[in-house]
């Protein structure tokens, strides 16, 4: 691979760092490259899938210690001239083996329907002219642009985009449309959160981009799971292992019972024959025939409903999976809590606000610490805390309709009670949208948990003139406040103190311990605007803090009873937040999660680190 850049770390890279590090150029590869390229890494496809011979997969289901069992005691029936009873046992067995045969031989279809993901064409720009040629002929380092309704023809590092968005659900089981952007990610985050790359397989949800290729075939991440899911080898499962023990004690058990019995037999007088009949037909009825039919015939049927729900099963075995389950990796947001998202209470400067009104309807006032709703002019003062939030979100809240019967929100809740906030302190968000056009926007990522928006903006005081150019931001924060050099208090600015953070800390800390979701916002000034030249790191820093607001995500009806049937079960639960790990320890006392050992908080970026055995330490 031009560079030895692997893949997955291309994503912390700038675009002009990939560039380099793949020989690459905007203007794309010339004919040589190409040619080179695809002499050394070959055509972007995905291998073909190494099917198992049918005969074969047949032949294993008789790999059961239960069913070799039956086959002996068919035999020794037919021995013994008992042809019904050798008929049925051997009914009994072939019919197990049938069922566990065709769930096996429709699951082989996985890896063909992973390769229908793979596009026909591509629009590559190549010595500076755009074509579009077989995807087949993509390689590393080509300039590929996509546009909505397009399918990825392999995996890329975005260059440039306007409003893009992709479904990723093929890869990350997240249902919405991700919204990508271009700048690099700070440090190591998962597969979900590699914002800046597009996937092969995946479709383009909105808008354009153009992106250099940095993974085909094989090589991409749906290459990467088009290769586990043939060379995976799995242990035997709990089940397995129980009937695989089940079966040695009935055949020990068997054999001495026989010998036993063929003693007794002999002694008492009865021939050879007859004392062998006589203790295989006692033996025989040791073993229970049926047990393996209807033990596959239930997880077939098991295996049936989960198909129904579009979860597909290899092999029955693996049903069994959700019944030996020890421990439960739940998200926070969405999962244990309805991620409908409410501002209850405000920081400005240092002073404390309340929010009346839930959801996402703006009903509410706010209200100082006495209670008393604040004054237009009193609200007028803060404006600027409030214009920050909503130019720093890109959710819409609608009106009621048809298919909706309350107030609703397109975009990210948490950025939908954002412009809740604003309504209810008299500020429209569409307004502010249509008065201060967006010039570039640095989307929020998981990494450095911020989000940020340029715009000609008149000033804080309202009154010095267009023409200026300023930065909005809104994340967590301790995010924000690492970037903080000044705070406003009031209507006057002053340099941020050491005090000053440790108070601002103390209170997140502290609303966050109520299960409360805490943004800050802050603003900066920039002293000028490229928006091609512009980098993230050079603009969003020296912010001047605004203050912090404080969501409450309230959790389901259902979660105290599933967790409370998950601790009965003996299974510890992990909860996966990606914000801050108080405010998911006090999901979980809310969720009834105590006693404390049950309970383990993973920040999203750390999971992909774990090992097994610290997995299950939890």
């Known amino acids: 691979m031009d560079g030895g850049q692997k893949p997955f770390e291309y994503y912390r890279l700038s675009p002009d760092d990939v560039l380099a590090q793949l020989n690459a150029r905007r203007e794309g590869l010339t004919n040589d490259e190409f040619q080179e390229r695809l002499e050394r890494n070959g055509p972007n496809e995905l ?60 699951a082989e279809s996985l890896m063909e329907n992973l390769q229908k993901l793979v596009v026909p064409h591509a629009k590559v720009l190549r010595s500076g002219k755009l074509d579009e040629i077989s995807s087949t002929e993509v390689v590393l380092g080509d300039i590929v642009y996509v546009a909505e309704g397009d399918s990825v023809p392999a995996d890329l590092r975005i260059l440039d985009e306007d409003e893009l968005a992709t479904n990723d659900f093929a890869l990350t089981g997240e249902s919405n449309p991700t919204r990508k952007f271009v700048h690099a990610i700070e440090g190591e985050v998962p597969l979900a959160n590699r914002h800046n790359i597009l996937f092969m397989g995946t479709t383009v949800a909105i808008g354009t981009g153009r992106g250099v290729v940095i993974g085909t075939g094989m090589d991409t991440e749906l290459g990467r799971i088009a290769d586990l899911s043939q060379d995976t080898k799995s ?38 024959r007859e004392a062998l009949l006589f203790a295989i037909g006692i033996s025989a009825a040791m073993i229970p025939n049926g047990l393996v039919a209807e033990v596959n015939i239930t997880l077939a049927q098991t295996a049936s409903r989960m198909a129904k729900a579009r979860a597909l099963v290899k092999r029955l075995s693996a049903v069994e999976t959700l019944g030996a389950t020890n421990i439960i990796a739940t998200d926070k947001t969405g999962t244990l809590t309805k991620n409908e998202m409410t501002v209850q209470n405000l920081l400005i400067g240092k002073t404390s606000y309340s929010v009346t009104g839930t959801g996402y309807e703006p009903v509410g006032q706010i209200v100082d610490d006495k209670g008393d709703p604040l004054k237009k002019t009193e609200l007028k003062k803060l404006e600027l805390f409030f214009r920050t939030g909503a130019m720093a979100s890109n959710a819409k809240v609608n009106q009621p309709d048809d298919e909706h019967a309350v107030w609703y929100v397109l975009g990210d809740p948490t950025e939908g009670a954002l412009i809740t906030l604003a309504n209810k302190a008299g500020v429209d968000p569409a307004a502010l949208d249509d008065k201060y056009k967006e010039l570039k926007e640095f989307q929020f990522d998981s990494a450095r948990k911020r989000m940020s928006s340029v715009r000609e903006y008149d000033g804080p005081s309202t009154s010095s003139g267009q023409g200026k150019i300023y930065m909005f931001v809104k994340g967590a924060a301790e995010s924000v406040l690492a970037l903080s050099t000044k705070m406003r208090d ?129």
């Open 47 to 106: 291998h073909k899938v190494k099917r198992t011979w049918s005969g074969f997969i047949f032949l294993r289901q008789f790999k059961n210690l239960l069913v070799v069992l039956l086959l002996i005691s068919a035999g020794i029936s037919t021995y013994l001239h008992d042809a019904k009873t050798a008929s049925i046992l051997l009914l009994i067995a072939v019919t197990n083996a049938l069922v566990g045969f065709f769930q096996e031989f429709k």
């Open 235 to 272: 242990d035997a499962s709990p089940l397995q292992r129980e009937m695989s023990n089940l079966a040695t004690r009935i055949a020990q058990g068997t054999i001495v019972l026989a010998l036993i019995l063929t003693y007794v037999a002999l002694k008492a007088n009865l021939g050879y």
């Open 490 to 618: 009031g209507d006057k600015e002053r340099n941020l103190k050491d005090a000053d953070r440790a108070y601002y800390s103390a209170y997140n800390e502290r609303l966050a311990s109520q299960a409360m979701r805490n943004l800050a916002f802050a603003y900066r000034e920039l002293p000028k605007f490229d928006k091609k030249t512009m980098r993230l790191e050079d603009v969003e820093q020296k912010l001047t803090f605004l203050g912090i607001v404080s969501e409450l995500d309230p959790l389901r009806e259902q979660v105290p009873d599933a967790m409370l049937a998950a601790r009965e079960a003996h299974i510890k639960v992990t909860i996966v937040t990606g914000d801050f790990p108080t405010t998911a320890e006090a999901i979980a006392r809310k969720a009834k999660l105590a006693p404390e050992k049950n309970i383990t908080i993973v920040m999203g970026e750390d999971l992909p680190k774990l090992t097994d055995s610290q997995i299950l330490q939890f």
